[in-house]
Structures are given as C-alpha cells and as structure tokens.
C-alpha cells in the first residue's frame, strides 16, 4: 500500500515537472534560424542547433546582452532557459540579416 502511494506521488510530480517546462529547438541551416518564430511557456528552454557543415554562427540577444556571444559551430549548440514573459529578439553576430523572435507567454 505503501509503495502504491509513492509511485502515485511520483508519478503526479513527474507529469507536473513535464508539463511545466519543455525544450524547444531550433535549427541553424543555410544562414537562417528554423523556425525564426517561436512562442514558449515561461521557464521553457530553447536550443539552437548549428546543423551547417562550415559555417559558425552565434544567437546574439542585444537587448539583454551587450557584448557579442560566443560562436556556435557545425554540430554544437546553444540553449537559453527563459523566465520572464516577453518579445525577445535576435541575431546572428557575424550575420545580421539572421533575426529570430522568441516570444514567452505564462
């Protein structure tokens, strides 16, 4: 009986911590953030994948974010967790006619 209730209680914790906070991803291909729009829940998590095969690019939020960000290369990845609801724009550094917009709802 016992035994019953704690994997009930686990169970219950599991889906709340499921539902709550998701990874999104998005890709980085052919000099363009795919998709360039996306809408996430607060405490979500974003990662962009570089999936070129040369080229390097970074995920520059000047808003929250003075100084330029690392670069991403081919097969690596950046993630931002985001808490706080709001319109968040970006770029690519090194290619600024890459923009995307991460928008957060609660």
Known sequence: ??????????????????V???EVVVEIYKKNFIPAHITINVGDTVIWKNIEKRQYHNVWFKQLVKEEPV???PNERYQRSFSGVGEFTYECGPHPK????????E
Do not use: D, N, R
């Not at 009930?8 to 709340?16: G, K």
């Open 1 to 18: 009986m016992l035994m019953k209730k704690l994997l009930v209680i686990m169970l219950i914790l599991f889906i709340q911590f499921s």
């Open 20 to 22: 709550y906070a998701k």
């Open 71 to 73: 670069y991403i290369f």
């Open 98 to 105: 890459m923009q995307g917009l991460v928008t957060v709802i």
